[in-house]
């Protein structure tokens, strides 16, 4: 089983801690930020059989969040023989942390309903 790392909040590749799995060919880590280009090559799709996705939010980013859980379900549906993990990590500096929780909450749910 060959593992596709890809993430908006680091530049994984450069860490030598995946040197290993990196020659053993059973991990590819992503460029800088490009989660949605690269889940939607259809060479990286084919070449890997699992996918973590570790995805930043923030309200400075001024994205539209649910567009961009909608962006990954499509790639999800259109590839349903893959396994995908998303880890998403929301922080909204203008809102209180209680409300925070309950919008991360109202994102995962919006994530999932649909699979």
Do not use: H, T
Request: charged content about 20%; aromatic content about 18%.
């Amino acid at each position: 089983m060959k593992f596709f790392i890809s993430s908006n909040v680091n530049i994984l590749g450069a860490n030598s801690a995946w040197n290993y799995l990196k020659k053993k060919n059973q991990i590819s880590i992503d460029g800088y930020n490009k989660i949605l280009v690269s889940l939607n090559d259809s060479r990286i799709i084919s070449e890997n059989n699992c996918f973590f996705n570790i995805i930043y939010l923030n309200d400075y980013l001024k994205s539209d969040y649910i567009k961009i859980i909608n962006s990954y379900k499509k790639i999800i549906k259109k590839n349903k023989s893959k396994n995908f993990f998303f880890i998403i990590y929301l922080q909204l500096f203008d809102i209180p942390q209680n409300l925070q929780f309950y919008l991360l909450l109202n994102l995962i749910l919006n994530f999932v309903k649909y699979l």
